[in-house]
């Protein structure tokens, strides 16, 4: 415990935060009080200065490896069960669940061609693209090819990609700034990104409908106008 006379000293001097290393380990409430009846200290002089010192005493601590009291651990330590850990509240021990059967996400209208030639064709003769040439749609379409398509087809569209020039793919994706492939309809593009081909996947749960006709507008407009006349 401090001594009383020490925290006479204290007020005394009007210097408390020069104490306050030595008060760290011998902090006493009551003594702090006693002295402030004693000495009639104004309350608007001597609440600032205790609260600084209570703050001080309560926060700090000497080991940096301790960060002291920890409020509502369970928002940085979810006890929920992570994406893909097992989880025995399910048969199939996944936590991971797949969406009920016969359920389709909002906004989301289900495709209706299948994965078949005529049905690419059919695709093509039949969705048009809702989407204008604008700068807002073109730039959107580049922003989600870059992310989608770059990595297997380029940047440029003329199918050195990354992962095929890397070795880590052994088939070469194909040009998509050809003249064949540009006279496409969209609807085929569409189609093709919607289920993918024969080696290339599915990005139906990866790009939004929206975003796929944007795509195509990059494609058609923007990648097209530079590699158009190239031979490859």
């Known amino acids: 415990m401090v001594p009383l006379k020490y925290w006479k000293k204290m007020y005394d001097n009007h210097n408390p935060m020069n104490c306050y290393a030595s008060l760290k380990s011998n902090f006493k409430i009551s003594d702090m009080w006693h002295v402030c009846s004693e000495k009639k200290i104004a309350t608007s002089h001597f609440i600032p200065w205790f609260l600084v010192l209570c703050f001080l005493q309560f926060s700090c601590d000497r080991d940096n490896k301790n960060p002291g009291y920890e409020y509502f651990p369970d928002m940085a330590k979810s006890e929920a069960y ?21 359920t389709i996400p909002r906004h989301i209208i289900p495709y209706q061609y299948p994965k078949t030639r005529d049905g690419m064709k059919q695709a093509g003769k039949e969705l048009l693209n809702p989407f204008e040439t604008t700068e807002e749609n073109m730039a959107r379409g580049k ?16 199918g050195d990609g990354n992962l095929y020039t890397s070795g880590k793919y052994p088939s070469e994706p194909p040009s998509l700034v050809t003249e064949e492939i540009l006279a496409r309809p969209d609807g085929e593009y569409f189609h093709i990104m919607t289920l993918g081909s024969s080696i290339m996947g599915p990005f139906a749960a990866l790009i939004r409908p929206e975003d796929k006709w944007k795509i195509i507008l990059y494609i058609k407009n923007d990648l097209s106008a530079h590699n158009i006349n190239k031979e490859y």
């Open 82 to 102: 992570e994406t893909y850990v097992p989880n025995t509240a399910f048969a199939d021990g996944k936590t991971a669940q797949p969406p009920v059967a016969g």
């Open 143 to 158: 922003h989600e090819y870059d992310a989608f398509c770059a990595n297997c087809h380029g940047f440029d569209g003329t």
